[in-house]
């Protein structure tokens, strides 16, 4: 079915260009060319376009030959990448699939000349538009333009079966309602219940990489809202699953357990860097294991439980060293605000002049508005750490290991003890110049010797 053109976008935008060009070039020889899947929806909903996919008649051998700089993205699947001046646009044969042995890829794989047999294997459909390169026609095949204008997440066809052929597919319909802000038809929200332990058969970093994009996208808290709705929660992150039904002090926690809390905290992600998101969502994950009542409910220690378990849940998910040592530093850190305003002069500053500690000071910002909503000690926090002029963090030390050695200090572990101490004075703003730090070290050696 056809309908009106949606409003394209400037000319100049780069990706829409070369877009074109490709189209161009195979309507020139011969073959069709549409615009398909997520772009389409983004530019019919007005939103912006980051990508663009092109789906065309012509066979893998023609695509080579006319696009022979192109990447063969799955020689397989008839992908290939057209890059040019920095961007990039993905061109893949009509086809369909069948045999899906391991939840991901078909054992079968057959080239189409008809696009809608093509439109028809994909997921959901919104996905499933197609639109004219040159006109802007929107060609609707699956019911994608009235499940936008509704608002829905629908599979295309027998949802279960969908969902069987690649299994990455719940979490993408998580994913899509919540940063569409639309709802999941009842039959696909079944079929995704009933399908979500396969989810385990699907590779970590495939999953891993969904999980990010819900937790750095927009709208985090109803991803795994519906991740929990749909039973998928339990099954990759049964961790954070436990937090369900966790009582909480409420004089510190009043808006209730410790999964409302973490699902508050992800409401305020806004652009995050991975590592913040994922601290986030498991700074309290080690509560559940630690939750005792002595004279109030205490979670004693949860934040170093919770720091392993993060390292132990991101190896599981297969995220990079850095963005995983980074969230569990985060995690591990996450309580030390408490005392921050009693903290010496030089624990002060060795606490703030951390690379992560704008992360920390994030990540406590937020952890107390999904809290009692206090901000009286963040603020008071914040103001320290700026009245601190920079250089102050990090000083020149006054004196080297070999300044102490001439000194008289004798080799050992008493040179790194006083350099310790040096540092500590000056962080308190006690020591101020060589000649001082002299003396100090000579008063060192004596309380040493006597």
């Known amino acids: 079915m056809a309908h009106p053109p949606a409003a394209l976008p400037p000319d100049a935008e780069p990706i829409f260009r070369l ?3 490709i189209a161009q070039t195979l309507a020139d020889a011969g073959h069709e060319a549409w615009f398909v899947g997520g772009c389409v929806r983004d530019r019919v909903m007005g939103l912006p376009l980051h990508d663009l996919d092109l789906a065309t008649s012509a066979p893998p051998a023609v695509l080579a030959r006319l696009f022979p700089r192109a990447v063969q993205a799955g020689a397989h699947f008839g992908v290939f990448l057209v890059r040019e001046n920095g961007v990039e646009v993905q061109v893949a ?7 899906y042995l391991d939840g991901r890829r078909p ?4 080239f189409e000349t008809d696009v809608r047999r093509d439109v028809e294997r994909r997921d959901f459909t919104i996905n499933s538009l197609l639109e ?3 006109t802007g026609e929107i060609v609707d095949f699956c019911g994608g333009l009235a499940d936008i204008g509704g608002r829905i997440i629908r599979a295309i066809g027998e949802p279960s079966k969908r969902f069987a052929e690649d299994h990455l597919r719940l979490l993408r319909g998580v994913r899509f309602a919540a940063r569409l802000g639309f709802h999941i038809e009842p039959a696909t929200f079944a079929a995704m219940r009933r399908s979500a332990p396969l989810i385990r058969r699907t590779a970590p970093e495939r999953v891993r990489d969904e999980l990010v994009r819900m937790l750095t996208e927009g709208a985090a808290r109803r991803a795994f809202q519906l991740l929990d709705e749909t039973g998928l929660l339990e099954v990759i992150l049964p961790e954070v699953a436990r937090m369900k039904g966790v009582p909480q002090p409420p004089e510190h926690h009043p808006e209730g357990d410790v999964w409302v809390h973490t699902l508050l905290l992800l409401e305020q992600l806004q652009n995050p860097a991975p590592a913040l998101a994922l601290a986030a969502l498991l700074h309290d994950v080690g509560k559940p294991a630690t939750f005792q009542v002595t004279d109030r409910i205490r979670f004693n220690g949860h934040d170093q439980v919770g720091a392993a378990m993060a390292r132990r849940i991101l190896a599981r998910l297969r995220f990079p060293g850095e963005i995983a040592g980074t969230a569990a530093e985060l995690v591990a850190q996450h309580m030390r605000f408490a005392d921050a305003l009693k903290m010496r002069e030089s624990t002060f500053k060795r606490f703030a002049r951390q690379p992560l500690f704008p992360l920390l000071l994030e990540l406590y910002r937020m952890d107390k508005l999904a809290g ?6 963040y603020n008071e926090v914040l103001r320290r750490w700026r009245s601190i002029p920079p250089d102050e963090y990090r000083p020149a030390p006054l004196l080297s290991g070999h300044d102490l050695l001439a000194l008289g200090v004798p080799r050992g572990p008493l040179v790194g003890r006083l350099l310790a101490g040096l540092e500590d004075e000056q962080l308190e703003g006690r020591l101020n110049s060589r000649q001082e730090a002299e003396a100090w070290v000579r008063q060192a050696l004596e309380r040493e010797t006597t």
């Open 19 to 21: 877009g074109r060009a």
């Open 93 to 99: 044969t009509y086809r369909t699939e069948s045999s």
């Open 107 to 110: 054992a079968e794989v057959r």
């Open 132 to 134: 004219n390169p040159w």
């Open 372 to 377: 009692n909503r206090d901000l009286t000690k």
